[in-house]
Structure formats: C-alpha cells, structure tokens
C-alpha cells in the first residue's frame, strides 16, 4: 500500500467495521491533515509501538508469597524461589552499548574530568549482582520455569542466565540443569496430572445423519419486509444456492468470513478491467474500430478502469502487471473486433438491467451487452474472463444456469423496456458466453448457425433448471440440504462446475457431512 488514497480508503473501511462504527473518523481526519505525498512509515509505526499499559504496582505479596520483580532487590528471604518466565535475554537483561561513546571513551572522561557515566561493563557488573542477589535469596531451593513455545507454537531459546547459573554450581553443560516435565513418567510429574482418553469426536459438529436442516421460516424472504414479496435474486446468487445452500444463506444474512487480503491482481479485479475496457472500447451504435485505432483507444480505456475501479493498479510497483494486462486487453479488443466484424453484429447496449421471475423466483441482474445481428436477432452476451474448456463442458452437461437466467428475464420481464418489448413481439434470443482468453463465442440453441460462435447444447441448462425448481422450493419450506466433503470433486466431475462457494470459509467446510463409506468405496454417485 504505497498511495495515501489506498491507505485512506481501507483505514475508512476499517472504521465502518468496528463498533460503533464512526469511532475512528477524527484520528483519521489528523492523520490525513499531517500526511504528505506518501506515507511516513517510520512515524506512523512509531504511533502503533506496543507500549506497557499503566496500571497499580503489583503486590509484594499475595497469601503470604512474597512476589519479586526482575528489576527488583529482594527485601526477605525466602525458603523457595521460584522464577517465571526464564527466557530469551530477559534475566539478567544485558546492558544495550552507549550510543555516543565507546567504553574506552568513557573511561577517558572518567580520568579527565571525574564524570563516571554509565558505562557499559559497569552497568553489566551491578545487573549480575542483582542477579546473585536474587539467587542467595532462597535458602532451601530455586525453581526455575523456562516455557519450551512462545504463543504462537514457536520454539524459544533458554535464558542467558542458565549458562550462569550453570557456572556458580560448577556444571560446564547447561543443559544437564534442565528438565523437561514432558519426558518424566506420569508418577514423576511436578505436577497433579489426571489422564484423560481423547475424543474422537470432539470439536466436531452433531450433523444430522439426513443432511437436511429444518430452520423453520422461508429463508428467500429474509431480506424483505413483512407481508411483501421476498427480494429478487440475482444469477450468481442462485448459481451460488444450486451448488451450496449453506453457502447462499450465509451470503444473505452477511455472515461469511471477512478477510483482510492485500490489494492483488485477481480474477475478480482482471475480468472487472476487462469488462471496462470492452464497455469504453465498444459502446452502443458504433461500429467496431479500425485496427490501426485499437491500441490508442484501448489504451486510453484501460486507463480509465484503473483509475475508477483499480487505483492502486497504477502505482509503479505494478508496472510489470499492468503491462502485461494492457497487452492482454488489446488481444481481446482485437478478437472481439473480428466477432462483430464477421458476424455484422451491432452492440446496442452495455451492461443492461432485466428483471423477471423463473418459476415464480424473482430474479434481478445485469447482461454484459446486447448485440442486434443483421438477421434480426438479438444476442444476450456475457464476457467471462477465462477459456472456454470448463464452461463448453458445463453446458454439454446441462449445468449452465446463468444466460439461461437471462432469457428467462427477458422472456417473463418485471419491467418493460425495448428489448422485452422486442422479445413479446417474436424477436430471437440468444444468449451467449464470451472467454476472453481464447476468444470463443458458445451459444445456447438459439444460437446454432451463427458465424464464429459454436453451440454446445441446444439446452445447456436443463439440468440446473430442474435442479434450481428443486432446491428453491426447499429453501422456500426453510430446509437447507448440506453438502458433503465429496461434492467439489463430485460437481467437477458430474456437472462441470468449480465449486467456489465450498472453497474458502471454515464454517461451511465444518458443517459438511463427511463422505459415505459406500460412496468412498464403490466411487461417487447420486
């Protein structure tokens, strides 16, 4: 995060996720009146160093246990010492060198002018007395606990004050002092230890052996007001529920996880670029351009994307990526081009609103364009950023599910526009998926015949319709149908489909039924 506006904006979002959510907005206010062109790292982790909390002196003693601090010359003796925490360079702490003279320059000043500073061996000499001090304290016995981890599982070095201790009492190996509880018989433990036999289940969910979930309420409607219809539901939402209900659900009620992540150049950002630059590249009741014009035009539309949708894409660290994004782009300006071209098609919208129901579901979204072919047809497009391998398969299959949604909008609208109108007076539809990466154009059946467009199936969602009547009618009744840990693989095989709403979130991944012993043995099946 190398811009001020990027670390703004997330410190922004940060402060509408707390509670309450605002608290944060004067800090922020300062910070951005005392900011320059780029962030003052240096000062600004300076602000957020850990620091001791003030509090009340600790007790000097508690139920007759006389408590000594490291820095501390013990004022009683007592017959145990026991000591915490012996780790790393904590006891005796080391004196740090003197950061404007060396020990021979001190020394000088000692014998010039009889100013003894502090000097790093003298200092040494009285934290190694304290140190014995501290020691001869017990009469009878020191018992000194060194913790083998830090908190995060991490193995932690033993104290420098082992090696001295080791010294006093003669021993010329340190690690003969030590004993580790872990290695002694249960009857030689310091300690009262009570063994106890593992659970095997424990952690674990109690799943119902039926794999269905009876909450009790129709959970389409969550969202909607008392005694309205529910809201509508967009394709990927229901591509979502065909694959995980578990997984829709959580997304409606905004319960999934919230995780941090740097700003990255993934899939969602390159497909939300590309889209942009064949939106800007493209628009309605214009001819494709002339080659010679494609890579100002393109360039100047990868641009604008960054700087409305990707800022921090612009920054010189990601020089290398947006290089090779702008060399992508251009590619498929260029085949997108030759489409139009070849086809005679027309774009004659970009990103347009449908709205209607499919079986009584209200559904909402929003096509990436809308194309008028010379024959009098219209196409319904989508761009997907990726090859076309996957989504061929998928529809040969029957999964297909989301232009299959768009046609069913277009076909039973909710709110009229020249393109419903267009389909109520007879005009053909298409629907079509565009992979940007190899350029191919795969139509549903209406489709079939059409110049540089390839048809898979005359119906690539006659599954996922079925399947979509089914488990909508389920969550309708309030029963979610949990997934098992063999759908991922399951779904790829069978239906085409990467499983994305099953990667990614620990809850969903714990409230998965474990695969059937008949299924692992005899291979996945319905």
Known sequence: MASLPALFARLGEIDTLITPPGSLRLQIALLRSQGGERPDWPALL???????????????????????????????????????????????????????????????????????????????????????????????????????????????????????????????????????????????????????????????PDLPESGDVTLGRDLLALKGAAGADPPPQSPSQLETL????????????????????????????????????????????????????????????????????????????????????????????????????????????????????????LMAGRADGLLRLPDGRHLVIDHKRGTSGKRRRRMQLGWDLQVALYRAMLERPSQTSALTDAVASGSPIVTAYHTTLDGAVLTDGAGAGLARAECPATDPAREALAHLVEVTAEVGAGRLRLNTASDAVRFEKERGITAYALAGDELIAALMLPEPEDAAEEGIDD
Do not use: Y
């Open 242 to 361: 065909i694959v995980s209900p578990l997984a829709w659900l959580l997304a409606e009620i905004d319960a999934r996880d919230r995780i941090w992540s740097p700003e990255t150049l993934d899939v969602l950002v390159l497909g939300t670029v590309v889209h942009g630059v064949l939106e800007r590249v493209f628009p309605p009741e214009t001819p494709p351009p002339a080659p010679e014009d494609m890579p100002r035009l393109t360039e100047a539309a990868l641009a604008e994307v960054i700087a409305r949708k990707a800022s921090w894409l612009a920054e010189p660290a990601w020089a290398a990526e947006r290089a090779s994004l702008a060399r992508e782009a251009l590619r498929v300006v260029q085949g997108w081009a030759r489409f139009l071209t070849e086809t005679g098609a027309m774009t004659l919208a970009n990103e347009i609103s449908l709205a209607g129901d499919h079986g009584g579901l």
């Open 46 to 204: 300076a602000l957020v160093a850990p620091l001791p909390l003030p509090g009340i002196a600790a007790p000097r003693t508690v139920e007759g246990v006389s408590v000594f601090t490291e820095n501390d010359l013990p004022w009683r003796s007592v017959r145990r010492l026991i000591v915490l925490g012996m780790q790393g360079r904590s006891w005796p702490r080391p004196q740090p060198a003197n950061p404007f003279f060396t020990e021979t320059e001190i020394a000088l000043i000692g014998t010039a002018t009889g100013l003894h500073l502090p000097g790093r061996a003298r200092e040494t000499a009285r934290r190694l007395e304290l140190f014995r001090r501290q020691l001869c304290a017990a009469t009878e016995a020191a018992v000194l606990l060194a913790p083998a981890r830090d908190m995060a599982g991490a193995r932690l070095p033993p104290s420098t004050a082992l090696a001295l201790i080791a010294r006093l009492l003669g021993q010329t190996d340190p690690a003969h002092l030590v004993v580790d509880p872990r290695q002694l018989s249960p009857s030689a433990q310091p300690f009262a230890l009570t063994p106890r036999t593992p659970d095997a289940h424990a952690g674990r």
